[in-house]
């Protein structure tokens, strides 16, 4: 039987609402109700307009955010938020995160060796670090020597492969990226999907990709979750999802994908 490495149930997140005049508080909800899980080694992508929850949700599954209702475990232990950073060691060191923007996600200050290597060292890995760092620059098609220069050196396309290797440095079991490719013109995406692709095969990495970019995760995932206003309301595998919507709110998001007149 295939490992469940996330578990989701009944996750809800709210927030409060600015208050008007002396009305009594409300809450805006940015999650509601929602399951979720993931088989060790597949790759889920969540789609959904802005403000759908995909964001939110990917927080609380890292533990980055903590929830109103509902509980997370990955591999099997409770992802519980607002404890002490070394209380979540654990999970930073099963999980990897690349953000949407690599420029911002990179600290200008700190060359590429420092950045990359820095989970090595704030999460104790044992080994060679500088080593392991030179590998996998090497291995998302960087040189090695890079380590010295600093992310203003690159272009775009190579700061989200400095980030990538950032995410993988510790050789964690999931990668979780946030819009990780909207930032980049076309033909860097699509070598950065390839990249991805060759890295999940090679470190047996399971993916959850954010994405308003449906090629994108037509492209590389085999499960997908559609999300509309802190809900699910569509899940299952790619391409019977894609091609045979249930959902009226999936048909719309399908019908908006712009095309060429012929």
């Known amino acids: 039987m295939t490992e469940t490495l996330i578990h989701a149930r009944g996750l809800s997140r709210t927030y409060p609402a600015p208050r008007k ?9 940015a999650l509601d109700d929602v399951d ?3 088989l060790a080694g597949s790759a889920v992508g969540i789609i959904g307009e802005s403000g759908s929850g995909k964001s939110t949700l990917v927080r609380l ?4 955010d903590t929830p109103s209702a509902g509980t997370v475990e990955v591999t099997g232990r409770p992802v519980v938020a607002g404890g002490s950073a070394r209380s ?6 099963t999980t990897g995160m690349v953000f949407q923007d690599p420029y911002a996600s990179l600290d200008p200050r700190m060359d590429v060796g420092r950045t990359v290597g820095e989970p090595l060292w704030a999460l104790g890995v044992d080994g060679d670090r ?11 098609g960087l040189d090695a020597d890079m380590a010295s220069r600093f992310p203003h050196e690159f272009s775009g396309g190579q700061r989200q492969r400095i980030a990538l290797a950032r995410a993988i440095v510790h050789r964690p079991r999931i990668l979780v990226g946030d819009e990780p ?4 013109d076309v033909t860097v995406r699509a070598q950065i999907l390839r990249l991805l692709a060759r890295l999940r095969a090679e470190e047996d990495l399971t993916l959850v990709l954010v994405s308003h970019d449906i090629g994108v995760v037509q492209s590389v995932c085999d499960q997908v979750v559609v999300m509309k206003d802190g809900k699910v309301v569509e899940q299952g595998p790619t391409e019977k999802v894609l091609l045979q919507p249930q959902a009226a709110y999936t048909r719309q998001l399908l019908a908006s994908i712009p095309t060429l007149p012929r």
């Open 88 to 93: 979540l060691h654990w999970l930073r060191r």
């Open 36 to 38: 979720l899980s993931v």
């Open 181 to 184: 490719l909207s930032a980049l």
């Open 21 to 29: 005049d002396f009305a009594r508080p409300e809450r805006t909800t």
């Open 61 to 64: 599954l890292l533990g980055l």
């Open 130 to 140: 500088r080593a392991r760092v030179r590998d996998v620059l090497v291995q998302v």
